[in-house]
T-cell receptor
Framework: NAGVMQNPRHLVRRRGQEARLRCSPVKGHSHVYWYRQLPEEGLKFMVYLQKENIIDESGMPKERFSAEFPKEGPSILRIQQVVRGDSAAYFC???????????FGEGSWLTVV | GENVEQHPSTLSVQEGDSAVIKCTYSDSASNYFPWYKQELGKRPQLIIDIRSNVGEKKDQRIAVTLNKTAKHFSLHITETQPEDSAVYFCAAPYTGNQFYFGTGTSLTVIP
């Protein structure tokens, strides 16, 4: 009974490179969320997706950030032209269609050097 | 979106004492309120939740209370132990499925 799987767990990128973070939700879950957590700060909502649809991306920066959840395969959070301020832990979470009980993945720690 | 406020931001208690963390929310349609515990470098893990049809729920040393009229809910930890030291987050849904989290409370239990 696999939970939410994220990879990579740790990623180092130089400024200007691209970062791709992947998330496979709990089996049977069709709702995926991405949150960003800066060191010693809270969980900031970024985007909420269902299969092939972006439901709410109000928490995601308008530039350089994009997310998708295709019909097949994992959800992907993509950060283009990374800057030092993008260094953070990115958590993916999923729920079933009832919206109850949100489960988190282990997180992907992005470091921009 | 939902506005979730959490207090206090830091809390230190002696081992064996109780700890209380409070959250308020803005969306009166919210009907499900989970609490998460996050240890350093790890993912948030669900520790207890409550639905709007009850006012209190207990699970051993942890309890959550909900006041829908006032739009606030609280986490109570009794007989605290050092392993309770962590950051605790409350959450509330907005328009059903979108979850917004409080800013977190860093709890330290002093042995």
């Amino acid at each position: 009974n696999a939970g939410v799987m994220q990879n990579p767990r740790h990623l180092v990128r130089r400024r200007g490179q691209e970062a791709r973070l992947r998330c496979s939700p709990v089996k049977g879950h069709s709702h995926v969320y991405w949150y960003r957590q800066l060191p010693e700060e809270g969980l900031k909502f970024m985007v909420y997706l269902q299969k092939e649809n972006i439901i709410d991306e109000s928490g995601m920066p308008k530039e350089r950030f994009s997310a998708e959840f295709p019909k097949e395969g994992p959800s992907i959070l993509r950060i283009q032209q990374v800057v030092r301020g993008d260094s953070a832990a990115y958590f993916c979470a999923s729920t079933d269609s009832s919206g109850n009980t949100i489960y988190f993945g282990e997180g992907s720690w992005l470091t921009v050097v | 979106g939902e506005n979730v406020e959490q207090h206090p931001s830091t809390l230190s208690v002696q081992e064996g004492d109780s700890a209380v963390i409070k959250c308020t929310y803005s969306d009166s349609a919210s009907n499900y309120f989970p609490w998460y515990k996050q240890e350093l470098g790890k993912r948030p893990q669900l520790i207890i939740d409550i639905r709007s049809n009850v006012g209190e729920k207990k699970d051993q040393r942890i309890a959550v209370t909900l006041n829908k009229t006032a739009k606030h809910f609280s986490l109570h930890i009794t007989e605290t132990q050092p392993e309770d030291s962590a950051v605790y987050f409350c959450a509330a849904p907005y328009t059903g499925n979108q979850f917004y989290f409080g800013t977190g409370t860093s709890l330290t239990v002093i042995p």
